[in-house]
C-alpha cells in the first residue's frame, strides 16, 4: 500500500530516472514531498543501466565501483540493497595480461597505507625509477592535504612530480579515465587529487574494488523506482519533456506537442536530472542555461 502524502506536500517533477534522478527522487520523498519522475528511455538507468543490443543483454557504464563511493553505498542501504549480496570485494589492483608489457600492482588486505606500500614492493613491471616516483608523488601528495592552490591538468600535475612515462600509461592514465571519464590531458588535477584522497589516501576498505554482481539496473535504480513507487510516487518511462513553462510560482512540463494528461497539473518544483546538453533545451528561454551550453559532453570511456 503506498503511503498517503498530505495535500499540502509540495509536488514535484524529476526528470530523468537515471542514478542521480533516483537518487533526488528518494531524497525527496524522504522528506515528505510527493514526487512524479520522468524518463525518456525505456530502461531506466541512465548512463548506467542494462541494455538490449541485437538479441544481447549487456550492461552500459561504470562496471567497478570503489569503497570511498559513499554516498552511493548509502543510497543502496536505503533501499535495502545487501552490499554484501550485491557485490563482490577485492583488494585494489591493476593487473595487465600477460604478455602486454603491463604491471601486476595488487594492495594487500592490511591497514592504510601499508596495504598500498606491500603492493609497491612487490609490484611487477615497474622498475626501480617508477615506484620512487609513485612515492614522491603519494608523499607529496600527502603533505599537499591532497589540495591545489591552483587548477590545472592531471598531466601538468603528474609533469610536476616527475612521474615517469611508465607509471604514466600503466597507473595515472588508467585511473584518470575510469575516475573522472576524462583524459587526462583535460581532467582537473583538483578533482583527481580529491578522489585519491578519498581512496588511496584514506582507509584501506575506501580503495577495495567492488564488483557488481547485479546488472546496473537492478543495482540501483531498479530498486530504488520500486520503493518510490511503492512509497506513492509515479513513474513514467518513455515520456520524454520537450518543454517547461512556468505558471506563477509553479511548473507545467510539456512531454510532445502539447502538454500531457499525465502533465496537466502543475508542479512546484522540478528537478532536472538529464545531461547538460538536455537541461539547457529546457532550460531556452528561461534563466540559467548559459553555463550549461558551456559544458562539453564526454562519452564514457574504457581504457
Not at 503511503?3 to 542521480?20: D, E, L, N
Not at 570485494?89 to 598500498?116: S, V
Not at 622498475?127 to 598531466?155: P, T, Y
Not at 520503493?227 to 512531454?255: E, S
Request: hydrophobic share 45%; charged share 15%; glycine share 6%.
Amino acid at each position: 500500500m503506498s503511503a498517503a502524502r498530505p495535500p499540502s506536500s509540495p509536488h514535484i517533477a524529476v526528470i530523468g530516472a537515471g542514478w542521480a534522478g533516483c537518487a533526488a527522487a528518494l531524497e525527496l520523498q524522504a522528506r515528505g514531498h510527493q514526487v512524479t519522475i520522468f524518463e525518456a528511455a525505456k530502461t531506466p538507468g541512465g548512463r548506467a543501466r542494462q541494455v538490449h543490443i541485437n538479441g544481447h543483454v549487456l550492461d552500459n557504464g561504470q562496471h567497478i565501483l570503489l569503497g570511498a563511493y559513499s554516498e552511493t553505498l548509502k543510497r543502496m542501504r536505503q533501499v535495502d540493497l545487501s552490499i554484501e549480496d550485491a557485490f563482490l570485494r577485492l583488494p585494489l589492483q591493476m593487473c595487465y595480461p600477460t604478455g602486454t608489457n603491463g604491471m601486476t600492482f595488487m594492495a594487500a588486505r592490511l591497514p592504510a597505507p601499508f596495504h598500498l606500500l606491500s603492493a609497491l614492493l612487490r609490484a611487477q613491471g615497474l622498475d626501480r625509477q617508477d615506484k620512487l616516483a609513485l612515492v614522491r608523488f603519494s608523499s607529496a601528495a600527502r603533505w599537499m592535504g591532497w589540495q591545489l592552490e591552483q587548477d590545472c591538468s592531471v598531466n601538468e600535475l603528474l609533469q610536476r612530480f616527475e612521474q615517469t612515462p611508465r607509471l604514466v600509461r600503466l597507473m595515472w592514465r588508467p585511473l584518470c579515465i575510469a575516475a573522472l571519464n576524462t583524459p587526462p590531458e583535460v581532467a582537473s588535477a583538483k578533482v583527481f587529487l580529491n578522489i585519491l584522497r578519498d581512496s588511496l589516501g584514506a582507509a584501506r576498505a575506501d580503495s577495495d574494488m567492488l564488483i557488481p554482481r547485479l546488472d546496473m539496473t537492478a543495482l540501483f535504480p531498479g530498486t530504488a523506482l520500486q520503493r518510490l513507487v511503492k512509497q506513492g510516487a509515479h513513474l513514467y518511462c518513455q515520456k520524454p519533456v520537450k518543454g517547461l513553462q512556468q505558471q506563477g510560482r509553479q511548473w507545467q512540463l510539456r512531454l510532445n506537442s502539447t502538454l500531457s494528461e499525465q502533465a496537466s497539473q502543475l508542479f512546484d518544483g522540478v528537478i532536472l536530472a538529464t545531461q547538460a546538453p538536455q537541461a539547457a533545451r529546457l532550460l531556452q528561454g528561461l534563466t540559467g542555461n548559459a553555463s550549461l551550453l558551456a559544458l562539453d559532453h564526454t562519452p564514457i570511456t574504457t581504457c
